[in-house]
């Protein structure tokens, strides 16, 4: 595997791929590389026939007071785990090389109606900067396909209308969360955790499966389910900053007759905010 930190590096390198006929899969990361990670990279090695990652901690993404300088950077690890997991060739920028003229010179990829609400209200600008780096890394690799984890549903959902709403010739998989044996989903941001908070951590899950079995069950008072999971939460330690219940095809909120659903937490446990959600699609059952 070849680490590449400049775009003319990377576009030559995948140009040679290209000129050899292999199809180009590309997953798009922030480094701290875990399993969730891994199964990123191995569906795109399984998808396509020449793998690019990246490695960018993206500073247009994170608000004033989240966790930019403290985000892990565990490089020689996480190229360990990319060599594993299939992964040709890793791209590596800074943030010179990605924003030249500085960030408020940088002209911004914003998806209305998807980016608002849930993780949008309580980061604003987030999603516009997932939006912008994700459009200029998919200019600069140009790939068959790009693989993005389901943890990150909204982000997936975002994702997905711009490569519809720009007309690029990208396909979309969205690949299952990894979860650890108790249920927690993998996450860089898991590492913050002290041991006790590790321990109760996987409330979280445990509360969207409940709602999930509820509405499964043929419950579809969904506030009452919603006002008894944030109890959970509560009684647990966290500090909820949404759960919802939405459609799953396009995020509007969910009435009692909708049947592809989404249940979406985001909660707050000590200094750490952790998102999880749980797809539950009733004529799939
Ligand atoms: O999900 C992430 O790690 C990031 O949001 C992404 C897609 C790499 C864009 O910076």
């Known amino acids: 595997m070849n680490t590449v930190k400049t775009i003319l590096e990377l576009r030559a390198a995948v140009a040679r791929a290209r000129s050899e006929g ?5 997953v798009p990361t922030m480094g701290n590389l875990h399993s969730g990670h891994a199964a990123l990279v191995t569906k795109a090695a399984q998808r396509a026939d020449f793998v690019v990652a990246s490695i960018f901690v993206n500073p247009l993404q994170f608000g004033a ?36 003229d500085g960030m408020a010179a940088q002209t911004l ?13 309580s980061r604003p600008g987030h999603f516009e900067g997932v939006a912008t780096v994700v459009s200029k890394l998919f200019n600069m ?26 007309n690029l010739p990208i396909q979309i998989i969205g690949e299952p969360t990894v ?18 908070q590790r321990a109760t951590a996987p409330t979280i899950y445990r509360t969207l499966s409940r ?6 069950q043929g ?3 969904f506030e009452v389910l919603i006002a008894e999971g944030r109890q959970q939460l509560v009684e647990a330690g966290f500090k909820p900053d ?24 985001a909660a707050v446990l000590g200094a750490t905010r952790l998102i999880d959600n749980l797809h539950l699609n009733l004529d799939e059952q």
């Open 242 to 265: 949404y759960l919802e219940i939405r459609q799953a095809l396009n995020l509007r909120p969910a009435g009692a007759h909708d049947r592809d659903l989404v249940i979406l937490v």
């Open 109 to 121: 990829v914003s998806v209305p109606h998807l980016s608002e609400g849930l993780c949008g209200a």
């Open 65 to 100: 007071n989240e966790d930019l300088d403290k985000y892990p950077r565990t490089l020689a690890a996480d190229q360990e785990k990319l060599l594993q997991a299939g992964c040709h060739l890793l791209f590596t920028p800074n943030v010179e090389e990605m924003y030249p």
């Open 219 to 221: 419950r579809r008072d």
């Open 141 to 166: 690799v140009q790939p068959d396909l790009a693989v993005f984890g389901q943890k990150d549903f909204q982000q997936l959902a975002v994702i997905r209308a711009l490569v519809r709403d720009l």
């Open 179 to 196: 979860r650890a044996e108790d249920g927690l989903a993998l996450s860089s941001r898991n590492g913050y955790l002290t041991d006790a």
């Open 211 to 216: 709602i999930a079995q509820a509405i499964g």
């Open 22 to 26: 292999k199809r180009i899969g590309f």
